[in-house]
Each structure stands twice: as structure tokens, then as C-alpha cells.
């Protein structure tokens, strides 16, 4: 039942800081573990982070770790991706999922997808 659909995706140059966001629709969203996908031209989709259904608990590719921060608001049925110092590296399509399984870094743990925002960082 649960659907996500991302917002927050844009043009910005190296250094800059963007805030992606993930609105969840249907009454389950609180009982879900979520978390962020993205994809490079090219390239296959990598994990980027995740975090728990109460929001106590994340994890955090090494490529971003220090410079991004997930997080979520159940009363609003949204997860946020806060994106700091963002590099030329991070350009990619940036992906929202919902899975049961808290913190799994592989795709097939997740069950419902969003279709992406892009992000494209210039230098």
C-alpha cells in the first residue's frame, strides 16, 4: 500500500548543500525500515544509507559518511536526506525504498521503490 515519491533533486555546484526528501502515502509508513539508493551514469545502483523504523538507528556508505545525514519524520511520513559538501562524485539519480529488514544494505531487501530524483553536482 505504501507509495514514495522524492523531491528535492537539482542543479549545484561542488560544496553546496542540498535536502532531498521521500513522502510515503498509506497509514504503514511508521512500520518500515528505509533507506537511500543512487545511481551513477554508468554505473550500478549503490547503497547510500538507511535507517530503522523508530529513526534510532542508521548506517552510512563510506562515501558519504561525514557529509550526509538521513533521517525521518513519522508524523509527516517522510525520510530527508540532508546533503553536505557535495562533490562531483555524488551526481547520480538518488532513489527512496521501504523494506522490513532494518538497515540492509542490498536491494533486494527492499520491497517498494520510488522513481528517483536526480542530483547533479557540477565543479
Known amino acids: 500500500q505504501v507509495q514514495l515519491v522524492e523531491s528535492g533533486g537539482g542543479l549545484v555546484q561542488a560544496g553546496d548543500s542540498l535536502r532531498l526528501s521521500c513522502a510515503a502515502s498509506?497509514?504503514?509508513?511508521?512500520?518500515?525500515?528505509m533507506a537511500w539508493f543512487r545511481q551513477a551514469p554508468g554505473k550500478d545502483q549503490e547503497f547510500v544509507t538507511a535507517?530503522?523504523?523508530?529513526?534510532?538507528?542508521?548506517a552510512y556508505a563510506d562515501s558519504v559518511k561525514g557529509r550526509f545525514t538521513i533521517s525521518r519524520g513519522n508524523a509527516e511520513n517522510t525520510v530527508y536526506l540532508q546533503m553536505n559538501s557535495l562533490k562531483p562524485e555524488d551526481t547520480a539519480v538518488y532513489y527512496c525504498?521501504?523494506?522490513?529488514?532494518?538497515?540492509?544494505?542490498?536491494?533486494?531487501?527492499?520491497?517498494?521503490w520510488g522513481q528517483g530524483t536526480q542530483v547533479t553536482v557540477s565543479s
Open positions: 498509506g497509514r504503514a509508513f511508521r512500520v518500515f525500515n
Open positions: 535507517i530503522d523504523r523508530s529513526g534510532d538507528s542508521t
Open positions: 525504498a521501504a523494506g522490513f529488514r532494518a538497515l540492509a544494505l542490498t536491494k533486494i531487501e527492499y520491497n517498494i
